[in-house]
């Protein structure tokens, strides 16, 4: 993706299970561009939080914060300052979303006051590739990969997270910088024509070529 050498980052989003990381280690190789992938196996409150939501809540989410932070704040302004392009498997502004619904009061409050501190320091995606499911395919693809930790993972929660990424999606500094794609009914990687469809929007929002211009109906 160094057409014009311009560089680009775009962050694939969506709820627990909806395949961002298949398809931004896709996307990576058609496009050639580097990759960054969340590092999640590493917080050591994971397990216990999917156990006991309300005990762990605010443990998990500090530390993805600073790990997430620390993660995007060394990698991703050195690939684009070099003239790279990078696709990444989430968003920083992920995680603000993640804690609004799993930590209340006072907890909540210093939580976001140090988001905002980070938030600061992180650039925000020139486009996010966002991935939608119903919540019945959601928890088929949860079951079907069996991590360990989200065998005891709970409808309602993954509802919940479906609920809260449409809200903030739906927010107007999104319009110009988001592709949704549904994809219950779809699977890029068996399907290269799905692929296909995938790298030609992006390709149309981003105005490299090869792409043709959406015609109005």
Not at 50 to 57: E, H, I, L, S, V
Not at 79 to 107: C, H, Q, R, W
Not at 158 to 187: G, M
């Amino acid at each position: 993706m160094d057409e014009k050498n311009q560089a680009y980052y775009i962050a694939i989003e969506g709820v627990i299970g909806v395949g961002k990381t298949t398809l931004a280690r896709m996307l990576r190789d058609t496009f050639n561009t580097e990759l960054l992938l969340e590092v999640f196996e590493e917080n050591p409150f994971l397990s216990d939080f999917y156990g006991d939501r309300a005990r762990y809540a605010f443990q998990t989410q500090i530390f993805f914060l600073l790990s997430r932070y620390h993660q995007q704040n060394k990698v991703i302004p050195g690939v684009l300052a070099a003239g790279k392009s990078i696709f990444s498997d989430y968003t920083f502004d992920k995680d603000s979303l993640f804690a609004s619904i799993n930590i209340t009061g006072d907890e909540l409050a210093m939580y976001y006051r140090v988001h905002e501190a980070l938030a600061e320091k992180i650039p925000q995606p020139d486009l996010v590739v966002y991935l939608r499911a119903s919540v019945e395919t959601l928890m088929q693809r949860i079951r079907g990969r069996d991590r360990y930790y989200e065998r005891n993972m709970e409808t309602a929660y993954i509802a919940q997270l479906a609920e809260a990424y449409d809200t903030f999606f739906s927010r107007p500094e999104w319009k110009d910088r988001l592709i949704v794609i549904e994809t219950d009914h779809l699977n890029p990687i068996t399907n290269a024509e799905d692929l296909n469809s995938i790298v030609t929007r992006i390709r149309q929002s981003l105005h490299l070529e090869p792409y043709q211009q959406t015609l109005p109906l």
